[in-house]
């Protein structure tokens, strides 16, 4: 069973001078096959929290262990293979390869992972098909609406089936049904693959389908 554990995380930020506490002491465990939520205002630290969990941004003090170890002490062959199949993370925005057709965009995960082209081609089909974008496929991200992109970088994080989802306001850019569908599949997921999933959401509805749900506030949560 995997599970990350975050143990006495601190974050600070120093811009300019000025110095702000924005995580104060975080200790949480997240199992697989578990859903948690995240709420809080804005700018009390959620995507800064998230961030540190994926690996991308380092604590200021405290640590972050899969199934024991400090994922910051990873080699490069473990740190990689920690990011491209243990943790997808759906950021707030979609980041969105300009160039790349959205179905490139969605081959991206498996392409590093060495799949074949093909397998990877018919693997980020199926995905688009679930997000409701597979008529989109051969387009720019650029000609599509923002809801249609976070759909695209939902289909993105899905595609080496993570252990953990780590999804950064999923339905932020959604209206009330298309976001009810992208937490059913999440739901889904959830249940068939046996994905944890932690979710940061403002939207109390979102919030209340996941079995846990934690309110960060003043750095810590509640
Ligand atoms: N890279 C950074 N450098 C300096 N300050 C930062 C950085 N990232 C975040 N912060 C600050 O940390 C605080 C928390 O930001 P964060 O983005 O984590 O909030 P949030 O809870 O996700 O907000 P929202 O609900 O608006 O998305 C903010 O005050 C922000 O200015
Ligand atoms: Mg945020």
Redesign the pocket.
Known sequence: MNRIEANNIYKE?Y?KSQH?N?LNGITIDFQQGQTYAIT??????????LHILAGLEEPTSGQVLLDGKNIFQFDNKSRNHFLNKQVGLLF?QPYLIKELSVLENVMVPGLIAQKSFEECKKRAGQLLQQVGLEHKKEQLPMSLSGGQQQRVAFARALFNKPTFLLA??PTGNLDITTGKKMIELLLQLVVENNMGLII?S?DKYVAEQMEQIFV?QDGMLK
């Open positions: 930020f811009v702000e924005v809080g205002v804005s700018g009390t630290g959620k995507s800064t929290l707030q950064d306001e940061s403002h960060l």
